[in-house]
């Protein structure tokens, strides 16, 4: 369906790759490796495939905890030897992601006229940090983790969470959000979704397509008509 901006009461955003950036991962990891693109890839990959194994299974374990697990691995997999230390250095950089260029006017914007929140699988605690290091905090309404509810998007339970939450019917807010298979979820619970395209890659084919495609929050507001 095409974008409906009258239907658009709450909005609600993703966080890492949609407000932070995580590429700071690379500069993290380049000391260990002359292949942090290998390292990094495969790092991602291999949390991502936590988060649904766990939903799959029904063990859920905070999403810091699935990430240095995945660090861990992953370095393993590249021969690549450190300390626990060494991996808590390279954990530190999600505590100093930098937002995108156009974040924090684009939050700034949308909140004068829409409450605004953040729904990520970070816990609590890293997202009040990434809200801190970004200066952003002043434009969120709340961050809803989903550590509240112990399950991973993109299960339908998550964006019903945030509906309850926010005291929003699901088919009013819009939901923006980098990684595809987030926007994928929260269409499938009832929300528009929104893909803000951070990486410059093609749609999943085989996904239905977004309501919305913009490249920056600048394109959401035109698109609201703000």
């Known amino acids: 369906m095409p974008f409906d901006p009258s239907r658009v009461d709450t909005i609600t955003v993703d966080s890492y790759g949609t ?3 995580p590429s700071a991962a690379e500069r993290a990891v380049a000391p260990y490796t002359d292949d942090p693109d290998s390292v990094l890839a495969h790092w991602r990959a291999k949390y991502l495939s936590y988060v649904m194994i766990a939903n799959d299974v029904d063990d859920y374990q905070p ?6 697990a995945a660090l861990e691995q992953a370095l393993g997999a590249h021969g690549i030897e450190t300390t626990a230390e060494e991996r808590a250095e390279i954990m530190a950089v999600y505590d100093e992601l930098d937002p995108f260029d156009d974040v924090r006017d684009g939050l700034k914007q949308l909140a004068s006229d829409y409450d605004v929140y953040v729904l990520s699988m970070g816990t609590p605690a890293m997202l009040e940090t990434m809200l801190e290091h970004a200066d952003i905090g002043e434009f969120i309404k709340d961050a809803i983790s989903i550590h509240e509810i112990r399950t991973y998007k993109p299960e339908a339970a998550v964006y019903q969470h945030a509906a309850a939450r926010t005291g929003t019917p699901i088919n009013e807010i819009a939901h923006v ?3 595809s298979f987030d926007v ?3 269409m499938a619970a009832g929300m528009q979704g929104i893909w803000i395209n951070r990486t410059n890659e093609p749609w999943d084919p085989w996904f239905p397509t977004p309501d919305l495609t913009i490249d920056t929050f600048d394109d959401l ?3 609201l008509d703000m």
Request: glycine share 12%; proline share 6%.
């Open 19 to 21: 407000l932070v950036d």
């Open 63 to 68: 999403f810091d905890e699935l990430i240095e």
């Open 177 to 179: 959000a980098g990684p």
């Open 184 to 186: 994928r979820g929260a």
């Open 221 to 223: 507001i035109a698109a």
